[in-house]
T-cell receptor, first 120, second 108 residues
Framework: EVQLLQSGAEVKKSGATVKISCKIS????????IHWVRQAPGKGLEWMGL????????RYAEKFHARVALTADTSTDTAYMELSSLRSEDTALYYC?????????????WGQGTLITVSS | DIVLTQSPDTLSLSPGERGTLSCRAS??????LAWYQQRPGQPPRLLIF???NRATGVPARFTGSGSGTDYNLTISSLEPEDVAVYYC??????????FGGGTKVEIK
């Protein structure tokens, strides 16, 4: 059974940096890209970027390119999302998601979400 | 960026009723379109990929169709557990991968 287990909620001040994790089990970690999608309270879904766990290369939405770093640790089968220069608009639920049999760039499996709250 | 516009914002259906959700793209997405269901307090769940293929375990009452810029998700007979927000997503042209704004399905 594929499982994505995300780290716990974070509360940060404006301007700070946060790093959250996504532990993956149930398939070979390097088989699929790992994506990060966020959802502001009461709002829709927004794709932030992906990391290829085979070579660690990331691809980012232009909106986040300057502030986000996506990494993958093959020794622990864990992906990380680091977001810097936090502002109140970054308050959201952050999901990791991976691909599967549906094909690349769709999201077959999702983590439970990590709430990041940014306060001034 | 490809913009996906979903309609209606809210769809109210009686149990057993048929309903259709729409997703219109700002340019052709070449059938590279998926649908997700997000129940309250849950992460999204993949329902349909590449326009019309059901993901594993998805009931047959969910059907996807469309081409070019216009796509539909049809629920043939609404069940209470179908109450959720439904999102479309394209992978035709990226980055970024983009989602529609969502359609909320509720029980009338």
């Amino acid at each position: 059974e594929v499982q994505l287990l995300q780290s716990g909620a974070e509360v940060k001040k404006s301007g700070a940096t946060v790093k959250i994790s996504c532990k993956i089990s149930g398939y070979t970690f390097t088989n699929f890209y790992i994506h990060w999608v966020r959802q502001a309270p009461g709002k829709g879904l927004e794709w932030m970027g992906l990391v290829d766990p085979q070579d660690g290369q990331g691809r980012y939405a232009e909106k986040f390119h300057a502030r986000v770093a996506l990494t993958a640790d093959t020794s622990t089968d864990t992906a990380y999302m680091e977001l810097s220069s936090l502002r109140s608009e970054d308050t959201a639920l952050y999901y990791c998601a991976t691909e599967g049999t549906s094909g690349s760039y769709y999201f077959d499996y999702w983590g439970q979400g990590t709430l990041i709250t940014v306060s001034s | 960026d490809i913009v996906l516009t979903q309609s209606p914002d809210t769809l109210s259906l009686s149990p057993g009723e048929r309903g259709t959700l729409s997703c219109r793209a700002s340019q052709s997405v070449r059938s590279f379109l998926a649908w997700y269901q997000q129940r309250p307090g849950q992460p999204p769940r993949l329902l349909i990929f590449d326009t019309s293929n059901r993901a594993t375990g998805v009931p047959a009452r969910f059907t996807g169709s469309g081409s070019g810029t216009d796509y539909n998700l049809t629920i043939s007979s609404l069940e209470p557990e179908d109450v959720a927000v439904y999102y479309c997503q394209q992978r035709s042209d990226w980055p970024p991968l983009t989602f529609g704004g969502g359609t909320k399905v509720e029980i009338k």
